[in-house]
């Protein structure tokens, strides 16, 4: 997209990731073919060698996510894209990047699980996985942009988010909006902010790679830059090097774990349609909030005071956001494409104020706006 | 330089057992960059889980302790998206060749300029003294009670199959020649593979009759036989020796550099059609 000119341009959601990815200053990429995230490796491997970037097609889907990581502590900007079963590889790794607080991208572009499940047909039932599939407890951004235009918007802020924050972002697709064609307009996309990783400052021999510079987060040296630091996957101190001790194992989660929580303007998005007077909230994200957003318009026009509440950046979740609805709204539907695993979350945050009900479903079909409006009527 | 102004002396002391070799092998690597003069601030050290993954930590330049088994992806992003930085994998033989096996072929494969030295100790040492791939048939492990049923792979050949520039096995026994194939493996552009064979009296010599660091040294010095004497003898008399040496050292198309010219290729396309 030539971002000069004006207007709208058509895009598929998968193409529209590598675009916003390489506008964002990606230079690197590693990957492994699977359905239905495919499309990404293959513009990745077309594209990047023209801005001077790299591709590399791995062996397997842990080393790709390996890779990157390994990029991005050169200084690159590094991402990778995978689906279900390759994100579960991938786990282990997103753990190593989270810990050692390395910038990396991954794209889920969710299929129907489990297990080999449905390779075609779009799903959401990785937004737990994306939260919890590594062990131990760690911070981690997921964002599910909930069409194309957004899938774009989504990339450039998870980098953003990954580069200034230090924190592995998940970009949640699902295989509609990675598959689907619309329209992103250029000027939505230049109005993105870019944020970067902060640089250290000072001599280098006094540099301590993993020193909290009262932000929480520590600036970032490159490998190759004279910085000698060491990075592992132990708890560790403020010079890298392993420290296993109680006292330093809390300092250290405890800025880690906070580090989010500070910095929630970074990351926090959500948007709200007719929310002011609603009396029953769908709380929609990703490819359904698209057939949420009809039936709330139908429910409208028949005087239902519907409101939508769509939480695009899901991980972390935006409790306190939602709990504003709390003595506001007498219902709340929540249509995702599972049995029911951002509902739990909807659940712990409104409590006894206002009954949670989930539409799910995992059957590879998408929601239908009358599904939605039919289930807003039965509340009402 | 001094050898000690390579070492990070406030990581000191290391964590390896009284008679373990990795030491040894680690001062070989540092020898090999000294001799070839490679800048501390150029080259990154990438290395795995276990025993023999503890050595980066230890030396001052920017290092890398990733997941077990998952060095040699790390170290091609690394490589891959920095060439001009000289990158070098420490691993061990459960860490290269069982869960790392897969990434170890393809870098061979790949031909990646990244120099790997394998800290063969024939045993997990970190996790108590299990059986690993290169663990010979017939000894014992914490998980070989009655005896190692399994065939050890002989991993410079899988190496040297899957298209490495270079690949050589030495032992702490034998460390001029060890410390010589480090250097050379170091200096070869190219994916290099040394297979180097040290001492774990505590947790595979325990359990396999050769309870000092001496009757390793002892076991090492019988069981080697270098390549030009080996190729005089004949395979009865091989059996149950170990062959050290240089199996392969070529000059093959390097994979960082048909990166480069890919890019260049691509960019004068993109040029010439616009």
């Not at chain 1, 990815?21 to 293959?42: D, K, M, N, Q, V």
């Amino acid at each position: 997209m030539n971002l000069n000119k004006t207007g709208t341009h058509l895009f598929q959601g998968n193409e529209a990731v590598v675009e916003a990815a390489i506008l964002s200053g990606c230079r690197f990429f590693a990957g492994y073919p699977i359905t239905p995230s495919t499309e990404i490796a293959e513009l990745m491997a077309v594209e990047l060698p023209k801005v001077g970037g790299r591709f590399i097609q791995m062996e397997d889907e842990i080393g790709s996510m390996g890779a990157v990581i390994g990029a991005s502590l050169t200084g690159t900007k590094a991402m990778t894209a995978t689906s279900g079963p390759g994100f579960s590889l991938k786990q282990e790794n997103i753990g190593y990047a989270s810990f050692t607080e390395t910038p990396v991208v991954v794209v889920n572009v969710q299929r129907v699980g489990p297990s080999t499940g449905m390779p075609t047909a779009p799903s959401q039932g990785d937004v737990m996985q994306a939260r919890w599939g590594t062990h131990g407890d760690h911070p981690v951004v997921a964002i599910a942009p909930g069409s194309v235009a957004e899938a774009y918007t989504a990339t450039i802020r998870a980098f953003s988010i990954s580069e200034f924050l230090r924190v592995p972002v998940i970009l949640l697709l699902d295989e509609v909006i990675g598959h689907m064609r619309e329209g992103v307009s250029v000027e939505d996309v230049q109005a993105v902010e870019h944020l970067e990783r902060k640089r250290p400052k000072g001599s280098k021999s006094d540099f301590r790679p993993y020193r909290d510079d009262g932000s929480g987060v520590p600036p970032m040296a490159n490998f190759g830059d004279g910085y000698r630091f060491h990075v592992t996957g132990l708890f560790h101190d403020e010079r890298g090097y392993p420290d296993l001790s109680p006292e330093w194992a809390r300092t250290l989660m405890k800025r880690l774990m906070g580090k989010l929580d500070a910095h929630r303007d970074v990351h926090e998005w959500v948007e709200e349609t007719e929310t002011d007077d609603a009396e029953i909230l769908i709380v929609s994200y990703g490819s359904p909030a698209q057939a949420a957003t009809s039936a709330l318009r139908q429910a409208r026009a028949e005087g239902l005071r519907v409101g939508q509440f769509r939480v695009v950046t899901v991980w972390p979740f935006p409790e306190d956001a939602l709990a504003k609805y709390k003595g506001q709204v007498r219902a709340v539907l929540v249509p995702e494409m599972n049995l029911g695993q951002l509902r739990l979350e909807v659940e712990r945050v409104m409590g006894d104020a206002a009954p949670v009900l989930g539409l799910h479903r995992a059957d590879g079909e998408l929601f239908k706006p009358a599904e939605i409006l039919e289930k807003i009527r039965e509340v009402d | 330089m001094a050898l000690l102004d390579y070492f990070r002396t406030d990581m000191l002391p290391h964590i390896w057992c009284p008679g373990c070799g990795n030491g040894i092998v680690t001062q070989a690597i540092v020898r090999g960059i000294d001799a070839l003069g490679w800048s501390q601030d150029e080259t990154v050290i990438v290395s795995g889980i276990g025993c023999s993954s503890r050595a980066p930590g230890y030396l001052d330049f920017d290092t890398l302790h990733t997941t077990h088994g998952r060095a040699l992806a790390f170290a091609t992003g690394v490589k891959l998206a920095k060439p001009h930085l000289n990158v070098i994998v420490v691993t061990g033989d459960g860490d290269a060749s069982a869960i790392g096996g897969n990434h170890l072929i393809h870098a061979a494969r790949r031909n990646i300029n990244i120099t790997t030295i394998c800290f063969n100790n024939s045993i997990y040492g970190m996790t108590g003294g299990q059986y690993s791939p290169l663990s010979p048939s017939h000894s014992y492990g914490s998980t070989a009670p009655y005896g190692n049923i399994d065939r050890a792979f002989d991993l410079c050949e899988l190496v040297r199959a899957s298209g490495a520039s270079y690949v050589a096995r030495g032992s702490v026994y034998h460390i001029a020649q060890l410390t010589r194939a480090i250097q050379d493996a170091l200096a070869k552009p190219g994916f290099a593979f040394v297979e180097a064979i040290t001492p774990c009296p505590v947790y595979f010599g325990r359990k396999n009759q050769l309870r000092t660091a001496v009757d390793m040294m002892r076991w090492q010095k019988e069981q080697m036989i270098p390549l030009r004497r080996a190729e005089k003898m004949d395979p009865e008399e091989l059996t149950g020796k170990v062959i050290i040496g240089t199996f392969a050292d070529k000059d093959l198309p390097e994979y960082t550099d048909s990166y480069e010219a890919l890019i260049e290729k691509v960019r004068r396309e993109v040029e010439e059609s616009s």
